[in-house]
């Protein structure tokens, strides 16, 4: 079945039902998601969904798991803080401010590898030891915490003591090199309140490459205050860094916060998921906001990097190119979609001599490209850039990357064995474990490279020849990928990762995900029974290793492929982990390596299980998209509104009636399509 836009002839009856039909969606799907199904997680849960499913918050006074430990980190422009909070069991607490200056490269010590190279960036520790003592009534107040809330900020309640409540946000500057700990304190007895603030100053100096770095705290609150009933005082300490030659920072903590509200509210206004369940509609907000903060200014222009401690003003081709690039088209988000245009054309820049491989980061700035081993990059190169280019839906943007996309597609080609798989030396897991000489996530990204390329290639008009010779490839490749991978293990028809690997390894999902489904139920076995495990999808059975971007990738795939009764109540129990658990609210990098850090392109990954999985869009061109939805027949209804892809407006609106599903796709005001399809179904729509 094929319907375009164009097909549909003027009916204004038709019209008219259409349009009511439409209003009443409308009106449904502002219900959707207001119940929080229970469900049984292994994860002891900590914090509960707010009734606008734009925060989390956690009742620190009525809770017995004590002590907890754990952090967040939050990211602007020129800066990204990690806060760690620990709550000891008598509910008093402590918080760590690891502050990262990106673009401020310290020198490396004598004592430091080389390597340091890479990681040099300014950082600095800030325990409570920089707080202002309060004094009220000849006592320095040390309050209990309450409770915490979690919404693109992070505030603390503390609990009441002498007759005040002390209430503190910390969050970001968007654009400065500063962080701030926003106080409020409230008076709540009857009486006026005279409080004594004491006075915090500290500055560091140290030399650096870009010149004299100082490092400086400071408190703007009057040393003295009364505070009336029921009213109260608000200050901030401020964590600021800066180089000799410039001016300081002086963003007061109003304009910082109404700063990082325009980007929250950003995130909440564009690319909008109701689905049944809260705890998916709160992770996927949640998910936008950590994969978009974590944008930096250099040298290169904007960069998207993936954070985590390490990982800053430099682009990896897995992390930006591959994972959040093609994402950023969908969330219309101006600042990720230069990011992550500005890290295809650095790749493009620096394409190697013929027969060379790439680089797989450049970082520091894109000073220090990285390193010695080719894990597949060409290959994600072709994927992801190929996925951005035809999101963007841009003709111009398709001309400045088809050279990138041209060039990987021939480096790939020009490496295959003599079973006509790509080779390379290791893959994005850069040698942890095994990986032969010819894997399979690379050749797996390697034909998803193929066939977007292919409608690039028509896109920009070029010869049917150029066109069908990329759809050759893709078949070809798609039967090397069959007779090489394809195998039995335990009884199970899947993929081998390598020649002579006999056991399950978690990329076996790729080629579900690229559209493969040669292989889909056992591989769906494979991951789901013997991979599956509290956190996710295990690198390989046994090891407790897990990586989240294999996790988010079977998702993805297993929806792709149809399966979305089976992997939806996985999706549910891992969402609810990771929103609700001990380690939240983000998708994280791994385990054991780093204790799950929150890198930034994994919430890009958990998103387009939605939009590529679930509801299986795939643009084809300027103004062409594909669409199969696999929506679960547990639920009822599912809407993605304010989607951005093509330079569009595109809302999906889903009503599931016995798994016959009611489909409404509109841009801005106009209906584009409304009828009915059943599950698994194809319609390709022109706009």
């Known amino acids: 079945m094929e319907l375009t836009g164009l097909s549909q002839q003027n009916n204004p009856v038709r019209d008219l039902l259409g349009f009511l039909s439409f209003l009443i969606m409308t009106f449904v799907f502002c219900q959707v998601g207001a119940q929080n199904d229970i469900r049984i997680a292994s994860d002891p849960l900590y914090w509960n969904i707010s009734p606008d499913q734009d925060a989390i918050t956690w009742n620190v006074a009525g809770e017995n798991k004590l002590p907890h430990v754990d952090d967040i980190e939050m990211s602007g422009q020129r800066i990204s803080c990690i806060v760690r909070y620990e709550v000891d069991k008598q509910k008093y607490l402590k918080i760590n401010r690891d502050i990262i200056f990106p673009q401020l490269r310290r020198f490396v010590r004598s004592s430091e590898p ?14 409570d030891k920089f707080l202002p003592s309060i004094v009220l009534n000849d006592i320095i107040l040390q309050p209990k915490l309450d409770s915490v809330r979690i919404d693109g900020k992070l505030t603390f309640y503390h609990s009441p003591i002498e007759g005040v409540t002390i209430e503190r946000t910390l969050f970001p500057s968007m654009t400065q090199r500063q962080m701030v700990e926003k106080w409020v304190i409230r008076n709540i007895s009857p009486e006026n309140k005279t409080l004594h603030i004491g006075h915090t100053a500290f500055e560091h100096e140290e030399k650096g490459m870009h010149g004299v770095y100082k490092v400086a705290v400071r408190c703007d609150s009057k040393p003295e205050v009364i505070i009336e009933p029921g009213e109260n005082h608000s200050f901030a300490l401020y964590f600021s860094a800066g180089i000799s030659n410039e001016p300081e920072v002086d963003q007061g903590f109003i304009d910082t916060e109404i700063e990082r509200e325009v980007f929250l509210n950003e995130m909440k206004n564009n690319l909008v998921l109701k689905s049944p369940d809260s705890v998916v509609n709160t992770l996927f907000y949640f998910s936008k906001i950590r994969a978009s903060e974590s944008i930096f200014e250099t040298k290169m222009g904007l960069v998207h990097s993936p954070g985590g401690g390490n990982y800053y003003a ?57 390193c010695s081993k080719d894990r597949g ?38 490496n295959l064995n003599e079973h006509g798989v790509v080779i390379s030396d290791t893959d994005e897991m850069e040698g942890r474990i095994p990986t032969g000489d010819a894997n399979l996530a690379t050749s797996s990204l390697y034909y998803g490279g193929l066939v977007n390329a292919a409608r690039v290639a028509e896109m920009l008009d070029k010869s049917q020849d150029v066109i069908n ?20 293990i335990d009884g199970i028809k899947t993929y081998r990762y390598f020649e002579g690997h006999q056991t399950f390894r978690h990329w076996i999902c790729l080629p579900l995900a690229m559209g493969i489904q040669t292989r889909k139920e056992g591989t769906l076995n494979a991951l789901f029974d013997k991979l599956w495990a509290d956190n996710g999808i ?37 969402s609810q982990s990771r929103l609700q658990g001990k380690r939240v609210p983000y998708a994280v990098e791994a385990y054991p390596e780093y204790g799950m850090r929150h890198l930034s392109a994994e919430s890009a ?47 999906f609106y889903v009503v599931n009636k016995n798994n016959n599903l009611h489909m409404r796709i509109s841009d801005h005001d106009r209906i584009i399509w409304d009828g009915y399809i059943d599950i698994g179904e194809s319609l390709e729509i022109d706009l």
């Open 469 to 488: 010779d990329l759809h050759r490839k893709a078949k070809k490749l798609e039967e090397a990928i069959e007779n090489h991978f394809g195998t039995t």
């Open 314 to 370: 430099g682009v990896w081709a897995n992390n930006q190119v591959e994972y959040s690039g093609p994402f950023f088209p969908w969330l219309g988000y101006k600042e990720g979609n230069q990011a992550a245009y500005n890290a295809y054309k650095h790749f493009l820049k620096n394409i190697p001599p013929k027969g060379k491989f790439i680089r797989s980061s450049f970082e520091m700035e894109g000073d220090l490209p990285c």
């Open 114 to 127: 080389d390597w340091y190279n890479y990681r040099a960036y300014l950082r600095r520790n800030f325990d």
């Open 605 to 651: 990954l958990y998103c387009r299980i939605f939009t590529e999985g679930i509801l299986g869009v795939e643009p084809l061109g300027y103004n062409r998209f594909k669409i199969t939805p696999q929506m679960p027949s547990g639920w009822n209804e599912l809407a993605l509104t304010s989607c951005k892809i093509m330079k569009r407006d595109l809302s």
């Open 538 to 574: 295990l690198v390989e059975p046994g090891n407790n290793l897990f990586w989240d971007r294999g996790t988010l990738y079977a998702f993805r795939g297993a929806f792709k492929a149809g399966a979305g009764d089976r992997a939806l109540d996985r999706l549910l129990s891992y």
């Open 377 to 414: 990059d060409a290959a994600m190169i072709s994927y992801g850039t190929s996925q951005f280019v035809l999101a963007s839906g841009d003709r111009k943007i398709a001309e400045d990357l088809w050279p990138l996309i041209k060039w990987s597609i021939e480096y790939c080609n020009g």
